[in-house]
């Protein structure tokens, strides 16, 4: 029975993370947020590096362990000693998936590979998690987030046209790559509740972006076409860009249809403009798009930015107001529809989190926020795996776990 029933699409289903920084992280937490019960396994001598914060000093408060690990448990096992491994392996017994994304060969010499873990339990899902994957010529490689996107492919085009990329928000990798692996977990979790057999599932960070450039990666293997940075044009949208506005901010606009630069048009309100034969197609807006641009923002420099999204909104037409970091948590629609859930800390003390980026019909509650280095160490060895009182104070003498 898990420690806390918040209901949700995996209501039952118990993980093991054993995962630093942020990719692995992530995957735990959209299995946390769907209402799985995530164990995350540290230790003291070897912390996730994201507990390490500058401005706080709190191992417990660190804003980027924070941010990527709510609604987990935390249970300090020392893997790197053979009776810590041991506990392990008895935890995955009663577990259905274990994340790791520690170097390719590390799972193997602790005596955690997918040999000894199907082994113990033939119904587990591992999910494995390495910048080119866990085996091949280039896997011994290791990187982080910077790394996936420029190897991936996805750097080089991100830029103004005629300029030399700019490169990617390193978050952008760790995230894209997180949420992947945790499709592909779920992916693997159904095939073993049908078939009562489990699945290695070997992630590279490296494939996973550039999926998210696959239609460039096939027009140069098929067509010889090599993309560079187009700034924020898109091929089948125009206009699509940023345009300043008036007040200093800035708004995106896509148009995707004829019939939404037809609304455009008439917002503009510009003599002859919804009638422009260059403007008509998206075809005829690609190939006017130097001038198209310039008219959309000199309209849009005569306008203040929250009024002019919402009524380019109310007509149909894609637009949003550019936002820091403090506009999104001032937004009142985001409060609105829960974004926010308040999250209980192992002290008793709460504070707001960002929580699911989706709604979905059989949520799970979020309650909890990042947990405390082995706040449910006793849990996990008591009510999981049925040890003693003494048999826990033996292991706390031992070193084992804390």
């Known amino acids: 029975m898990a420690k806390l029933q918040r209901g949700g699409p995996l209501a039952g289903v118990r993980v093991v993370e054993l995962s630093k920084i942020w990719a692995g992280p992530e995957t735990g937490k959209h299995f946390a947020f769907m209402g799985a019960e995530v164990i995350k396994v540290e230790t003291k001598g070897s912390l996730d590096f994201t507990r390490f914060d500058t401005l706080t000093g709190d191992i417990n408060k660190a804003r980027g362990f924070m941010s990527v690990n709510p609604q987990k448990l935390s249970a300090q096992i020392d893997i790197k000693q053979r009776a810590g491994v041991e506990l392990v392996l008895?935890?995955?017994?009663?577990?259905?998936?274990?994340?790791d994304n520690l170097r390719p060969g590390a799972m193997e010499r602790l005596g955690l590979g997918w040999d000894v873990v199907?082994?113990?339990?033939?119904?587990i899902v591992q999910i494995t998690m390495g910048m080119y994957g866990n085996d091949g010529p280039l896997a011994s490689q290791t990187g982080y987030a910077p790394c996936f996107c420029a190897i991936g492919g996805l750097s080089s085009l991100v830029g103004s046209a005629g300029k030399p990329p700019t490169g990617m928000n390193m978050r952008y990798a760790d995230s894209t790559y997180g949420t992947a692996a945790a499709f592909a977990g779920l992916v693997a979790l159904l095939?073993?509740?049908?078939?009562?057999?489990?699945?290695?599932?070997?992630?590279?960070?490296?494939?996973?972006?550039?999926?998210?450039?696959?239609?460039?990666m096939m027009d140069f293997t098929l067509n010889g076409i090599e993309h560079g940075c187009d700034g924020t044009r898109h091929a089948e949208m125009a206009p699509h860009s940023t345009y300043r506005c008036k007040d200093g901010d800035w708004i995106s606009i896509a148009v995707s249809s004829d019939a939404a630069w037809e609304a455009l048009a008439d917002v503009i309100g510009q003599s002859g403009l919804s009638t422009d034969a260059r403007f008509n197609t998206l075809t005829g807006r690609k190939a006017n798009e130097v001038e198209l641009d310039r008219i959309v923002s000199g309209w849009v420099a005569t306008r203040a930015a929250t009024d002019l999204v919402s009524e380019l909104q109310a007509r149909g037409i894609a637009a949003g107001k550019s936002c820091n970091s403090m506009d999104l948590i001032a937004d009142p629609l985001l409060w609105e529809r829960g974004f926010f859930p308040e999250a209980a800390q192992s002290d008793g003390a709460s504070r707001p989190i960002v929580g699911p980026g989706a709604k979905i019909s059989r949520a799970a509650e979020i309650c909890d926020d990042a947990p405390w280095l082995g706040a449910d160490t006793g849990y996990v060895l008591g009510d999981i795996l049925g040890l003693s009182a003494d048999a826990q104070a033996k292991l706390k003498a031992d070193g084992i776990t804390c």
Not at 118 to 123: D, F, I, K, Y
Not at 196 to 213: L, N, P, R, Y
């Open 90 to 99: 008895d935890l995955l017994r009663h577990c259905d998936i274990l994340v």
């Open 118 to 123: 199907r082994a113990v339990n033939p119904r």
């Open 191 to 216: 095939h073993a509740r049908r078939t009562g057999v489990g699945q290695f599932v070997d992630v590279s960070a490296v494939e996973c972006m550039t999926t998210m450039v696959a239609d460039t």
